[in-house]
Every structure is written in structure tokens, then in C-alpha cells.
């Protein structure tokens, strides 16, 4: 008897270790293939910007679909105006170095399940614009989206390109932790400066750790 019992605790043991490794490995995969699909929108992503901005410039010709360009491997699609990235619109790049950050950023305004998929803009005039624009990501503890975001520290550059075509450098000035119900730093004054917010939850999900940057 004693025995089925140790027999049986190490059964449930084993498929508990088992499930716990599958969940881990689940999580580094999903980071490995999202990252590997932003990385490989992002090396087409300049090329695409001129792109669209010559498409801009030029007379549509509908019979030969001339504005129109797809890529599915790779999640690119331009069609007119407008830049998608896993069928969500993109309205910009954001490079974080120091912490080997890259991605899509995408428009959260006109559908919040963007950020299952890339980090994106919630609030404010439009990224490299002036005033203070948020952008908000998951952080996953494998790292993924904003999970290394605590990492930032005041000093280090945020390079910000839009869909014009300009790549800005911001200076983060402020990181702190709020609660979730203090939305003060969507609000705030920039006295017309060019600002970006970086918003995510922090590991307990009560809090938000904000990273405030500025164009100097």
C-alpha cells in the first residue's frame, strides 16, 4: 500500500514537472516566432515606407493595382495609404537598443487585440508628433513585447520611426510604478515637446511601470 502511494505521488510529480516544462517551452516558442516575424517585417519596413509615400505622391492606376504590394510570408501588406502588420494598421517602428528591443508599433485605437500581436499606440497626436503619446505592451516574464522594459533606465534611447519616414531619438527622463487606477502620465503637459509613454503591467498586474521619453 505504502508503495502505490509513493508510486502514485511520483506519477502526479512527473506530470506536473511535464506540464510546468511544456508551458515554459509553449512561452519561449511564442516569443521566438513573434519576434522572428517582427524582425522580418521590420527589414522590410523601410523600403515600405518609401514605398507607400511614393504611392502618395503618384495617380492611382486601378488597372494595374499599382498600390497594392503583398507579402504574406513575411506579414506585409501595403494597400494605398496604409501599412498592416498581421492585419492590424502599423503606424510606426520602435527601436530600444539597450534592451535588443524591435517592433511594429501598431494602432490600439481602432483595435485593442493588436497587442497580442505587436506593442501599439493608445492615446495621443500620432508617434514623433508633439505632445505626449502612449504606447502600451504586454510583458510576458519570457521577455516578449514590453517584459523588459524594467530593464530601461534613465538616459537610454528610444529611436522612433514614423510612417513618413523619420526616425527620432528620445531620451528616457522618468520611470516609476503606479497604480493601475493613476492614469496621470496620459494626460500630461509636454509644453510642446515631442514625448512618448511606454506602458505596461507590472509582475502582479496591479501596477503599471511607466517609461517617459522625450525628443531633446
Do not use: W
Not at 12 to 23: E, K, N, P, R
Not at 77 to 84: E, N, V
Not at 191 to 197: A, F, M, P
Amino acid at each position: 500500500m505504502y508503495n502505490k502511494i509513493l508510486t502514485g505521488i511520483l506519477v502526479i510529480l512527473v506530470i506536473a514537472i511535464l506540464g510546468t516544462l511544456g508551458y515554459l517551452g509553449y512561452g519561449y516558442y511564442k516569443k521566438y516566432m513573434l519576434n522572428s516575424d517582427a524582425e522580418d517585417y521590420l527589414e522590410e519596413f523601410d523600403t515600405m515606407v518609401v514605398q507607400l509615400n511614393n504611392n502618395q505622391d503618384t495617380p492611382e492606376e486601378p488597372e494595374e493595382d499599382q498600390n497594392n504590394t503583398q507579402n504574406k510570408d513575411e506579414g506585409v501588406l501595403i494597400s494605398g495609404d496604409q501599412a498592416t502588420y498581421k492585419g492590424f494598421k502599423v503606424v510606426g517602428k520602435l527601436e530600444m537598443p539597450t534592451i535588443n528591443i524591435r517592433y511594429p508599433i501598431l494602432d490600439v485605437i481602432t483595435h485593442a487585440n493588436a497587442i497580442e500581436v505587436s506593442v501599439g499606440v493608445l492615446y495621443g497626436p500620432g508617434v514623433n508628433r508633439a505632445g505626449n503619446t502612449v504606447i502600451i505592451g504586454h510583458n510576458y516574464n519570457n521577455g516578449l513585447f514590453f517584459g523588459k522594459n524594467k530593464n530601461l533606465k534613465e538616459g537610454d534611447k528610444i529611436y522612433i520611426t514614423d510612417m513618413q519616414g523619420n526616425k527620432l531619438e528620445y531620451t528616457i527622463y522618468s520611470k516609476y510604478y503606479t497604480p493601475e487606477s493613476d492614469t496621470s502620465y496620459i494626460t500630461r503637459q509636454t509644453d510642446g515637446k515631442i514625448e512618448v509613454t511606454l506602458v505596461t503591467c507590472d509582475a502582479t498586474g496591479k501596477n503599471r511601470l511607466v517609461v517617459c521619453a522625450r525628443v531633446e
